[in-house]
């Protein structure tokens, strides 16, 4: 049977670590072929304190630098040109209706109200000569 050694801790008793040497050990975790946990073991501290400090003492904030966007310079573009004639101006149409017009001698005209007044007046021109 073999024997091992227990240590049985009766207080808990909190260590404060200067900078210093919260450096000292962060720097050693650097070194070629470092053991972090063997580190942290050696100096009596659980290997996630020292991932900790290790993230805390080489925090380095990167300068600001405005993003860039490629562009490209080139001759001015000619202005463009206005049509040659303004584009139709559409009219919302109204609901139309049929108006009946009568012309005498059993003739009777139907258009829909939203008929052109001087189409209208051409029509009737020519069956007023009939």
Not at 30 to 56: C, D, M, P, Y
Request: proline content about 8%; hydrophobic content about 40%; aromatic content about 4%.
């Amino acid at each position: 049977m073999t024997k091992h050694q227990i240590e049985v801790i009766t207080s808990v008793e909190r260590r404060r670590w200067s900078r210093e040497e919260k450096e000292r050990l962060v720097a050693a975790t650097f070194e070629a072929e470092a053991n972090v946990f063997e580190i942290a073991r050696s100096a009596g501290i659980h290997g996630t304190q020292l991932f900790r400090w290790r993230k805390e003492l080489c925090q380095v904030s990167a300068p600001y630098m405005p993003q860039l966007v490629p562009m490209e310079v080139v001759e001015a573009l000619p202005a463009p040109q206005p049509p040659a004639q303004p584009p139709p101006i559409s009219r919302p149409r109204k609901k139309s209706s049929m108006v009946t017009i009568e012309l005498g001698g059993a003739r009777r005209l139907r258009v829909e109200s939203d008929i052109d007044s001087e189409a209208l007046g051409r029509i009737l021109d020519v069956l007023e000569r009939r």
